[in-house]
C-alpha cells in the first residue's frame, strides 16, 4: 500500500508475521482500490476463525501472495459502499456478508472498509443480524461444501462430525439435519446440551477414548475437523472410507477420503442464507468484541475451546 490513494481509514493491521502482538489499531490505512469486479463494503462485523492466526504466524506465506501492512480477517457482513462497473449483482446500500478470500493477502475485514470480489459475496438473510451473518461465511461455506460436495450426506444418512461445539462443526450439524441426516457429535461433556440443542441425534466425548470404541455401528459418512490421531481412527468409524472428509488433514487423500479447502461460492452462500431465513440455521456468538480488540479475539479463538463463534463488530 503506497500513497496513490487518498482517504484514510480506520482498521486493525500488522507489518510482519508472529504472534498477536504484531496487531495494531491503525487510522492511517489507505482506503482501498475498487477495481472492475469489486463491491467496496462498509464492515459492521467480521468473524474471527482460526485461519486468520495462522495467517498472521505466517503459515500461508507460500500459498498466497502477501503485502504488508496486512489486515486480518475473511469472514464479513456490511453494506455496500460503491461497486466497480463489472459488478452487475450488488449496488451501495445493499446489505450483503461474504467469505472475501481474494487471490492475495493484503485487504482483509477488519477495517472500516473491505474490497470484496463480488463472487464472495451474497444478500445478508434478513433473518441474521450483522454479527450473526459476519460470523457464517467461512465456516458455514467449510460445512455445506464438505457435507453436499465431498460426502453426498442425503435423507437418512449416520453422520458424525469431530469437533461437533466449533464454528466449522455447529455449522455442519444444523445443515446435516437439514439435509436429513441422523447426526453424532464429538464435543467435551460441557458442550454436550449445545450439541443436542443444534439438533444431534447423539453426542460422543472425545477425551473418553477412540471415538470408534463410543460408536454403536459405523456410520455413513465422517467430516473430520481434528486430524491426527482422530483421522487416522475414521475407517474404524465409517462404513466406505471413501465418505470421510477431512478440512484439517490432507492425510485423508491417501486414505481414500477427501481433503476440502473451503471456497468462496455466491451460490453456497445463498443456500446458507435461505437456511438461517428457514430456521434451519443458527449462529450462537460466543462473544463479540469491538474492532480494538482483536488481539483478545484472536487470542480466544487460539485457545482452541470456542464454542460458537467469535466476531468483531464495528458499528
Ligand atoms: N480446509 C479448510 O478450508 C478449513 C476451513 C475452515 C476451518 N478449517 C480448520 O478446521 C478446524 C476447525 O475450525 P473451527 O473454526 O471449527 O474451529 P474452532 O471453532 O476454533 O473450534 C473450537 C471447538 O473445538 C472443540 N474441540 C477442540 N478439540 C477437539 C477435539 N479433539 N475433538 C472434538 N472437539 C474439539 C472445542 O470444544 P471443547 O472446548 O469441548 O474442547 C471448541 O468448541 C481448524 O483447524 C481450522 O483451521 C479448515
Not at 482506503?31 to 500461508?60: C, F, K
Not at 446440551?193 to 441425534?201: H, I, K, N, T, V
Not at 469491538?290 to 487460539?302: C, I, K
Request: net charge negative; glycine share 12%; charged share 20%.
Amino acid at each position: 500500500m503506497g500513497d496513490a490513494y487518498g482517504e484514510r481509514m480506520r482498521g486493525m493491521a500488522y507489518d510482519r508475521f508472529g504472534d498477536d502482538d504484531v496487531l495494531a489499531l491503525r487510522d492511517d490505512l489507505p482506503e482501498p482500490p475498487v477495481g472492475p469486479d469489486v463491491v467496496l463494503v462498509r464492515v459492521h462485523a467480521a468473524g474471527v476463525n482460526p485461519v486468520d492466526l495462522g495467517i498472521r504466524a505466517g503459515g500461508l506465506a507460500n500459498f498466497f501472495p502477501h503485502n504488508f501492512p496486512i489486515i486480518p480477517g475473511w469472514d464479513v457482513a456490511g453494506v455496500v459502499e460503491a461497486v466497480g462497473p463489472a459488478v452487475v449483482a450488488f449496488a451501495p446500500g445493499d446489505e450483503v456478508f461474504g467469505y472475501v478470500r481474494r487471490d492475495d493477502v493484503q485487504w482483509g475485514t477488519a477495517a472500516e472498509l473491505v474490497p470484496a470480489p463480488q463472487r464472495c459475496l451474497a444478500h445478508k438473510p434478513a433473518s441474521l443480524s450483522f454479527a450473526e451473518a459476519g460470523a457464517l461465511p467461512l465456516a458455514g461455506l467449510t460445512a455445506y461444501q464438505a457435507l453436499t460436495e465431498a460426502l453426498d450426506v442425503g435423507e437418512g444418512d449416520r453422520v458424525l462430525v469431530h469437533r461437533a461445539s466449533g464454528g466449522v462443526g455447529f455449522n455442519a450439524v444444523q445443515i446435516a439435519v437439514a439435509l436429513g441426516a441422523h447426526v453424532i457429535g464429538t464435543a467435551s461433556p460441557r458442550n454436550h446440551g449445545f450439541l443436542r440443542d443444534a439438533g444431534c441425534a447423539e453426542v460422543i466425548d472425545y477425551s473418553a477414548g477412540p471415538i470408534s470404541a463410543q460408536l454403536s455401528e459405523p456410520v455413513d459418512a465422517v467430516l473430520d475437523l481434528v486430524g491426527g490421531a482422530t483421522l487416522a481412527d475414521a475407517p474404524k468409524q465409517v462404513r466406505d472410507v471413501s465418505r470421510i472428509a477431512s478440512v484439517v488433514d490432507p492425510a485423508v487423500n491417501g486414505m481414500g477420503g477427501r481433503y476440502v479447502f473451503v471456497r468462496p461460492e455466491q451460490h453456497d452462500l445463498e443456500e446458507l442464507g435461505r437456511m438461517a431465513d428457514a430456521g434451519q440455521l443458527r449462529v450462537p456468538i460466543a462473544k463479540a468484541f469491538p474492532l480494538e480488540d482483536l488481539v483478545a479475539a484472536h487470542r480466544l479463538v487460539g485457545e482452541g475451546h470456542v464454542r460458537g463463534k467469535v466476531v468483531v463488530t464495528l458499528r
